[in-house]
C-alpha cells in the first residue's frame, strides 16, 4: 500500500474503514497505523466530510414536479413509444405462453392415451396367460 493509494481510499470511501474495500482494508490500517502523522490530515478531512454529508438531507421531489416531468415526457412522445415497444414484448410473450401451454396439453394427451392403450395390451396378455393356465396361479388366488 503506498501513500498515494491510501489516499485515494480515503478520498474515495471516507475515514471509515469499515466502507473501504476488503481487499485494501488490513494494507491500508496497517500503513496508518505505521505512519499515524502521514495520514492524520487526510482522515480528518474525510472525517469532516463525511460528518457533512450525513447531517445533509436527501431533497424529494414534489408531487407537482413528478407530475411536470411525467407530462413532458407524455408530450415528447416517450410514453408512447415505450407503450407501444411494450405492447410488442407482450404480444410476443403471450404467443411463447401459448406455445408452451399447447405443447404441456398435447403431451398430457399423448401420455394418457400411451397409458390407456399400453395399460390395455398388458391386462389383455394377463388374462389370456391366465385362461391358458393347466392349474391354478398364485395371481388369480392371490388377487
Do not use: N
Request: aromatic share 6%.
Amino acid at each position: 500500500m503506498t501513500s498515494e493509494r491510501f489516499l485515494a481510499l480515503v478520498a474515495a470511501y471516507g475515514a471509515d474503514a469499515r466502507r473501504w474495500p476488503e481487499t485494501e482494508r488490513a494494507a491500508a490500517l496497517a500503513l496508518a497505523a505505521a505512519r499515524p502523522e502521514a495520514v492524520a490530515e487526510a482522515l480528518a478531512e474525510a472525517d469532516a466530510a463525511d460528518i457533512l454529508l450525513h447531517a445533509s438531507r436527501v431533497a424529494h421531489p414534489s408531487t407537482v414536479l413528478r407530475d411536470r416531468v411525467v407530462a413532458s415526457a407524455a408530450g415528447a412522445g416517450l410514453m408512447k413509444a415505450r407503450h407501444e415497444g411494450r405492447r410488442w414484448l407482450d404480444r410476443l410473450a403471450l404467443a411463447l405462453g401459448a406455445g408452451w401451454a399447447a405443447a404441456t396439453c398435447a403431451g398430457i394427451v399423448a401420455g394418457v392415451m400411451m397409458t390407456t392403450w399400453l395399460t390395455a395390451d398388458a391386462q389383455a396378455e394377463a388374462v389370456l396367460y391366465q385362461a391358458f393356465l393347466p392349474g391354478v396361479d398364485d395371481a388369480e388366488v392371490l388377487g
